[in-house]
Structure formats: C-alpha cells, structure tokens
C-alpha cells in the first residue's frame, strides 16, 4: 500500500518510494555523497556487497547521525547478498559482516542480488568476484537450492539483523515457489524496470501478493553507458525520446523525473543514482505532481522488452541465462 512518499511493506516496515543508488558510486567519494544526499532529503540508501561501498556509505549516514541530521530510524538501507554466498551457513555470515560493515546496528531491507547460486569463495580470499572466480573470468555456478538462501535470510531476520527481506531479479515462476515456503514475508522485489523494460505482467504479481516493488535503472541505457553494456549503446536515450520529453514539457518537470514519476505513481519505488548534486535534487521530487491515465499509457507503449542487466550480454563465455 503507498502512502505519500512511503510504502508500507509485508513486513510491517515502510520504506521510501524514493531512494538513493549506490552502484558505481566510487568508495572514496561515498560517504560524502551519502552525507549529501541526507542532506538533500533522502532517506533510503540501496547498497549491495556487489558494489563495494557498504562501509563508506555507512560511514556517511553515521557522521549525518552524529550531526543530527537524521536519526537512525528515519534511514533505511537496503543492501543484497552476492551470488558467491547462498549457502546458508556462509549467507549468514554475510549478511552479519554486511551489517558490520555499514555499522548502524541493523539493515532494514536484506535482497538476495540474483537467482543464481556461484562457487563459493571466502570473500576473504577473493573480495568482490562480480561473476568470476578468478582473473582468468572463470565462472562456475554451485548447487544451492533458493530454499537454502532464503531460509538464511529468515535467519537474519530472527537474529535481528535485518528488519525485512526480499529478492532481487526473481521472476514469477521462482516468487510463486518461494511464497509456497516462506516464514517470513517476502517484502520486497527489485527489478529492471523501466519504459525499454516494462514487465507488467511481473510488476502485478508482486503487488497481487503484497510484494513492494522497487525498479532499478529508471533511466533505462543511461546508467548502461558508462559501462559500455552492448544493447545500451544501441538503444535511444529515453530522456531525448519524444514521448517522454512530451510529457515533461506538459507538467514542466525533466524527462528524468517523468521516468521516475511514471513508476512512483503506480506504487513502484525508485533508487535513482547520481554524484551530482541538482539531480540529486531533482529526482527526489517527484512525488508532488501527477501524470494522467493516458499519459502513463504512452510511457508504458515505449516497452521493447529490452534487458540491459542481463548476464548474457556481459558473460560471453559462460552466459547464464536467468531471464529466459
Ligand atoms: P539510474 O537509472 O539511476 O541511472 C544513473 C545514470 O543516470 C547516471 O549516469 C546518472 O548520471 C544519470 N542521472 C541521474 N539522475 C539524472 C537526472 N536527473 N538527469 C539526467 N541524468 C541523470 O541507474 P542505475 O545506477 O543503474 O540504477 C539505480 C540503482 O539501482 C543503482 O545505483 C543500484 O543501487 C540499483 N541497481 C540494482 C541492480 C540489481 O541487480 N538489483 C542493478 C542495477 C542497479
């Protein structure tokens, strides 16, 4: 159920429609940026183990604490566990390292990052894989069931280390399994989600089963760019695209905040990224001004069906082929 700016999850919790991504957010800059944007107004910080900030982002929400600025229950992370880590045992070593790392007594949203289980190696031994197992981009997958890995994320939850749990590019077949065993409820899903990449027949499944939906890359090639992501390159900027540049124009907003709004008014939450400060500002507001019915409908005509996240594109020699 969304209320202005929040949305309440299975779990009981509410978290922010609108939050703050920290992927390729660099480690030296994060904290700052962190501290920046609570200072700008966000609440929610949407981390993972993946993008290598955890204890640099936490270093910036703790000093805005300090400051008096927020207090701890005002914040809300969200934060993932690699693919490396399913194993229960190992998962639940994770999550607590994870929650040390970011040092502020709990998380509030644990997702497992993908459906998809990789050989385990102590993160010790080799921090941050990404998908490979070594610098000869070995990747070799595990036998850990999805049972196993949620069972330790309701683990975490009964050891009061994170306060709700979800999953991150699950589809529908794999969420109707998981709702046949859960104990705890499954809070939250986090997806690609944007007008190249519409999935609404997965969006409604989520929401029919009281399950928050938060879309990733909201700016569709944009974020792709910079990693030089093969169909990103190809595909036109949804911000120069008519349709939506339309639609900004008519309510005197940016094409970006367009994007975001067309997701949060159908009570998807977003987690925008930017290192810089008036978009910062900007993608935060876009809670205060509605897009009518028709409007949103020709938003959504934009969908290709078009992935950029997908392994397959960036894991040439063993692609693995979670959307199929
Ligand atoms: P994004 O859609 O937020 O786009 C970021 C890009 O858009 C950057 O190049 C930024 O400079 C630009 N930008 C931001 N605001 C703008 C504005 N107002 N006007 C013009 N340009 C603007 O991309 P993202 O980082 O891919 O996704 C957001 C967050 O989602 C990530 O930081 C991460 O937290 C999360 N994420 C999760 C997964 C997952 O597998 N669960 C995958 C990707 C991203």
Redesign the pocket.
């Known amino acids: 159920m969304a209320s202005k700016g929040y949305i309440k999850l299975a779990s009981g919790h509410q978290m922010p429609l609108v939050g703050?991504?920290?992927?390729?957010?660099p480690k030296e800059t994060a904290a700052d940026t962190v501290y920046n944007a609570i200072k700008a107004g966000y609440r929610l910080f949407?981390?993972?183990y993946d993008?290598q900030n955890e204890k640099e982002a936490g270093q910036g929400i703790q000093k805005a604490i300090k400051d008096g600025l927020v207090k701890r229950e005002e914040i809300f992370v969200?934060t993932?566990l690699w693919n490396n880590y399913h194993r229960k045992d190992v998962a639940v070593k994770m999550a607590k390292w994870q929650n040390e790392q970011w040092g502020l007594g709990y998380i509030d949203l644990y997702?497992i990052?993908?459906p998809v289980s990789l050989k385990y190696i102590p993160h010790e031994e080799r921090p941050y894989p990404a998908w490979w197992l070594d610098d000869a981009g070995t990747i070799e997958t595990e036998r850990v069931p999805i049972r196993e890995t949620w069972e330790a994320l309701e683990q975490v939850v009964d050891e009061g280390i994170a306060k709700s749990i979800g999953v991150?590019?699950f589809q529908a077949q794999s969420i109707y399994d998981l709702l046949t065993y859960n104990r705890h409820p499954l809070s939250s899903l986090?997806?690609?989600h944007?007008p190249y990449l519409v999935q609404p027949e997965l969006v409604k499944l989520a929401q029919e089963n009281g399950v928050a939906v938060t879309?990733?890359?909201?700016?569709?090639p944009?974020?792709?760019?910079?990693i030089q992501n093969k169909r990103a390159v190809d595909a036109p900027l949804l911000?120069d695209h008519n349709v939506v540049k339309k639609v900004a124009e008519a309510h005197k907003v940016?094409?970006?905040?367009v994007l975001l709004r067309w997701a949060v008014q159908r009570g998807v939450a977003?987690?925008?990224?930017?290192?810089?400060q008036s978009?910062?500002a900007?993608?935060l507001e876009v809670v205060d001004f509605d897009l009518s019915p028709a409007e949103i409908e020709s938003i959504s005509s934009l969908d290709k069906g078009l992935r950029f996240?997908d392994p397959i594109v960036y894991l040439p020699n063993k692609p693995l082929r979670i959307f199929a």
């Open positions: 703050f991504g920290l992927w390729k957010v949407d981390g993972a993008y969200t993932k997702l990052h993908f991150s590019n986090q997806i690609e944007h879309a990733y890359s909201s700016f569709g944009q974020s792709f760019l910079e911000f940016t094409p970006a905040q977003v987690i925008p990224k930017s290192n810089n978009r910062l900007q993608n996240n």
